[in-house]
């Protein structure tokens, strides 16, 4: 599977994003996805990951309540709707998807990645 992020970009302390990655080659249905970023000087960090059927969704603590995400099949898509965005939350953000249910939380069990989107986030 090919994956497609988009939908980065500059916005002030407060504001909202919604990040997409568009999956080509096969059905988005196969697979788990998540998403990842990575802040400039640090290691890939675990943001968010939803299951194939969309019915459970798992987030770091650092994003709760300010971030979803979430899937639709038939568009091969899966979105991270971003609100109350803070500075700290400035990084490339990243889409991955997986054919297994395993560490979701650990980049190096992820499969297949998106070449990612920046997100700048000014206070």
């Known amino acids: 599977v090919q994956l497609q992020a988009s939908g980065g970009g500059l916005v002030q302390a407060g504001g909202s994003l919604r990040l997409s990655c568009a999956a080509s080659?096969?059905?988005?249905?196969?697979?788990?996805m998540g998403w990842f970023r990575q802040a400039p000087g640090k290691e890939r960090e675990f943001v968010s990951f939803?299951?194939?059927?969309?019915?459970?969704?798992y987030y770091a603590d650092s994003v709760k309540g300010r971030f979803t995400i979430s899937r639709d099949n038939v568009k091969n898509t899966v979105y991270l709707q971003m609100n109350s965005l803070k500075p700290e939350d400035t990084a490339i953000y990243y889409c991955a998807a997986n054919l297994v249910y395993s560490d979701y939380a650990s980049p190096t069990e992820w499969q297949y990645w998106g070449q990612g989107t920046l997100v700048t986030v000014s206070s």
């Open positions: 939803i299951r194939r059927s969309g019915g459970r969704t």
């Open positions: 080659g096969r059905t988005l249905n196969r697979y788990e």
